[in-house]
């Protein structure tokens, strides 16, 4: 089941949603919309290798915003910063976004109940895009869930991306064994 915009604005009060910062005209009918954080990112070498940290370079996204490239992977981060303490959130794309040739990421969206962060967003175009700090990049919706959680994501040991930030985070698969 997704949440309503009313069970969102009920969970909200309830302080099992967090959205910062909020906006009441982002509300949609069953989803939140979120926006285009300051900063963007690029990997350093051209071959990534999964075993490896793989190190970004970070950058800001200037007042006259930034020309995204086909063939690049940008990683990108939301304005907001959210928490979900008793629901599955995703991300998803925006369709005026995808009729733009913006993917936002390149795995389901998928958040952990307990994830307390902005979001990094796998950002690929299809043809080349100016992009803005705060324009509209993405919706948050959120799915009830069946059961108890025995392992919330922001006490979870071996959880990667649970340090607070406001800039895109790469990937740390490095973290696992394999
Ligand atoms: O596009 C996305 C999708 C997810 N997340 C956040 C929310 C999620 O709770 C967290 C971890 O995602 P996932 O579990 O898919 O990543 P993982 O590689 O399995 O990491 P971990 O081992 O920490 O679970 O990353 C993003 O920032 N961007």
Known sequence: MILTDQQILAEIERGNIVIEPYDRTCLGTNSYDVHLGRYLATYRDAVLDARKHNEIDVFEIPEEGFVLQPGTLYLGVTEEYTE???????????????????????????????????????????????????????????????????????????????????????????????
């Open 84 to 178: 979900s303490h008793a629901h599955v959130p995703f991300l998803e794309g925006k369709s005026s976004v995808g009729r733009l040739g913006i993917d936002i990421h390149a795995t389901a969206g998928k958040g952990d109940i307990g994830f307390c962060n902005t979001w990094t967003l796998e950002i690929s175009v299809s043809m080349p895009v100016r992009v803005y700090h705060l324009m509209p990049v993405g919706q948050l919706i959120y799915f009830a869930v069946q059961g108890d959680v025995e392992t919330f994501y922001n006490r979870k040991a071996n959880a990667k991306y649970n340090e607070r930030t406001i800039k895109p985070v790469e990937s740390m698969m490095w973290k696992n064994r394999f």
